[in-house]
């Protein structure tokens, strides 16, 4: 089966492994990336952002990081782990995926127009007339203490009732309706070179609120399942 994926502000459908919404994703990356552009700008742009990443989160080659769960498959470390960020325990949730925490920055609503301003296409406009009642951005960048680490991104958009929660979500959840924007890596986190592809995401109800996380690596390398996994987790931290 095919997925919503969030990228540049839109929500965008990928479909099946081998399918041609996959291909043609696949090639659209290919064309940037040969013409120096994209996410990272071909060999040099990955070196330079590798290069800054790690700059910024040093700290990161201590070989510091306690394995809670050791010899667990990942799927148990990342049950346990968003039950820990459930409770509210974000350090026992990451060291149950064998990660620490880096560098946290939390963002709130300060002004009624807030939610409007992060927001893009049909979904500010449903933000428009639907105003939230509360905005809560956080970005997180986590580390293996090994030198791989990755940026996390929790968006929580609160509104008056449950039902309006509900209807922002099937807004949101359409292709090209656009988004409500992370916060900005390089600007918050000091990470320059890095942004969120969107292809790791986890969104889900939260009472009267929707929660909406991305993961993506920043240095290093994580695997496609792990990503996953920090993005579940982190859906269900308490932003703060």
Same mark, same amino acid.
């Given at each position: ?22 291909? #043609?994703?696949? &090639?659209?990356? #290919?064309?940037? #990336?040969? /013409?120096?552009?994209? *996410?990272?700008? +071909?060999? #040099?742009? !990955?070196? +330079? ?8 989160? /040093? ?5 510091? $990081? ?12 990342? /049950? ?5 960020? %459930?409770?509210?325990?974000?350090? @026992? ?7 620490? %925490? ?7 609503? %300060?002004? !009624? ?5 992060? /927001?893009?296409?049909? $979904? ?51 292709? +090209?309706?656009?988004? *409500? ?6 600007? *918050?986190?000091?990470? &320059? ?20 996380? @991305? &993961? ?14 920090? &993005?579940? $987790? ?7």
């Amino acid at each position: 089966m095919g997925r919503w994926i969030t990228k540049d502000g839109k929500r965008i459908y990928i479909g099946a492994k081998g399918t041609g919404a996959v291909a #043609a994703a696949a &090639a659209g990356l #290919a064309i940037a #990336a040969g /013409a120096g552009g994209g *996410v990272f700008g +071909g060999a #040099a742009g !990955e070196a +330079g952002t590798a290069g800054a990443a790690a700059e910024a989160l /040093a700290g990161n080659t201590a070989g510091d $990081v306690a394995d809670a769960l050791p010899g667990r498959s990942l799927e148990t470390r990342r /049950a346990q782990a968003r039950d820990s960020a %459930e409770r509210g325990k974000a350090k @026992e949730a990451w060291s149950r995926l064998k990660l620490k %925490e880096l560098k946290r920055e939390v963002r709130r609503l %300060e002004r !009624e127009g807030d939610c409007v301003a992060a /927001a893009s296409g049909k $979904v500010r406009d449903f933000l428009a007339r639907t105003p939230c009642t509360s905005l809560d951005r956080m970005l997180l960048a986590v580390g293996d203490g090994h030198g791989n680490a990755a940026v996390v991104s929790v968006v929580r958009v609160g509104f008056r009732s449950a039902k309006q929660a509900r209807d922002f979500e099937k807004v949101e959840a359409v292709q +090209g309706s656009g988004d *409500v924007r992370p916060l900005e890596i390089a600007a *918050v986190l000091g990470i &320059a070179g890095v942004r969120m592809s969107g292809l790791h995401y986890r969104s889900r109800p939260d009472g009267h609120a929707m929660v909406v996380a @991305e &993961a993506d690596t920043a240095t290093g390398h994580f695997d496609g399942p792990t990503l996953d996994a920090l &993005a579940d $987790v982190a859906a269900y931290l308490p932003v703060r």
